[in-house]
């Protein structure tokens, strides 16, 4: 569900080659000119030569004088095809200067995207995404007749980081957390922050309750390893709560806060997990 970086349009790109193309093509016809206006030159001196040492050659003197009128049609074309290629140089150049240009945008479309849907910290999607896949999910939900299920997750015990070993480690083990998350997440599967310590998980096309119970141990097993940071190692452990479309509600809002009231009861009996009641 994540968005490819968009490039420059064909349509663009196909227009700066053509140009580049006749450019190349008039670049060759000049050349070609050119040779046939030093080879015309050439002939006219030749025959201006032969005329000079001989008399009444009146035809040839028609001739030469025709050749020297072609000369300077030949030499006016490579003038005006001289012209013709500057100009194509610097539409080329403007093109290639817009390429340019609308790469940079792009790449700049696609990083304010992914800042809008993103958190700025973890990387992960943020709430407003997760919203969205949840609702798309809850639809097809509804359709198919599957069910679904969200995950809340909260770290235990994670202001204590902040408070003995600051900000800087609470993020590193944010960080960490969320790579771990990341690599739990199944492909149609979303996981997002959703503020400080805490996480949503969504489990779409979820199945039995065993298999949701498989995922949240997984993702328990994956988070509470030990953390590798500069101080040092840290263990840090999550409390999941577990809603299930449609048994513990039909909207988005009903599943989120089941499964916010099923982490605290997880928390309050450190049992690691709990499904909402």
């Known amino acids: 569900m994540k968005n490819e970086p968009g490039s420059v349009t064909p349509d663009v790109a196909a227009h700066a080659k053509a140009l580049t193309r006749v450019l190349g093509q008039s670049e060759q016809v000049k050349l070609l000119v050119e040779e046939c206006a030093d080879e015309l030159s050439s002939v006219n001196l030749a025959l201006k030569e032969e005329v000079a040492g001989q008399k009444q050659l009146s035809g040839i003197e028609d001739a030469l004088e025709k050749t020297e009128a072609i000369e300077g049609k ?23 200067v817009l390429e340019e240009r609308l790469a940079e945008l792009t790449q700049e479309e696609e990083a304010a995207r992914h800042a809008a849907f993103h958190d700025a910290l973890t990387g992960l999607p943020n709430r407003a ?22 995950m809340f997750m909260d770290l235990d015990d994670f202001k204590k980081i902040n408070d003995v070993h600051g900000h800087d480690v609470g993020d590193a083990v944010l960080k960490t957390v969320a790579a771990r998350l990341q690599e739990s997440t199944r492909a149609d599967d979303t996981v997002c922050r959703h503020g400080g310590d805490e996480f949503l998980y969504l489990l779409v096309a979820s199945g039995e309750v065993g298999d949701v119970t498989h995922v949240a141990e997984k993702i328990a097993r994956a ?43 997880a928390k309050r009996n450190r049992s690691g997990h709990a499904f909402a009641r």
């Open 129 to 150: 995404l997760f919203d969205n896949r949840l609702a798309h999910a809850l639809a097809q939900a509804r359709r198919r007749g599957w069910s679904l299920a969200v």
């Open 74 to 96: 030949v030499l006016e074309a490579a003038d005006k095809l001289s012209v013709v290629n500057q100009a194509l140089e610097v539409e080329v150049e403007a093109r290639h």
């Open 223 to 265: 988070i509470a390893a030990p953390c590798r940071l500069d101080i040092g190692e840290l263990r840090i452990s999550p409390s999941i709560g577990i809603s299930i479309f449609p048994k513990d509600g039909a909207t988005a809002f009903e599943l989120i806060k089941r499964a916010d009231a099923a982490m605290y009861e």
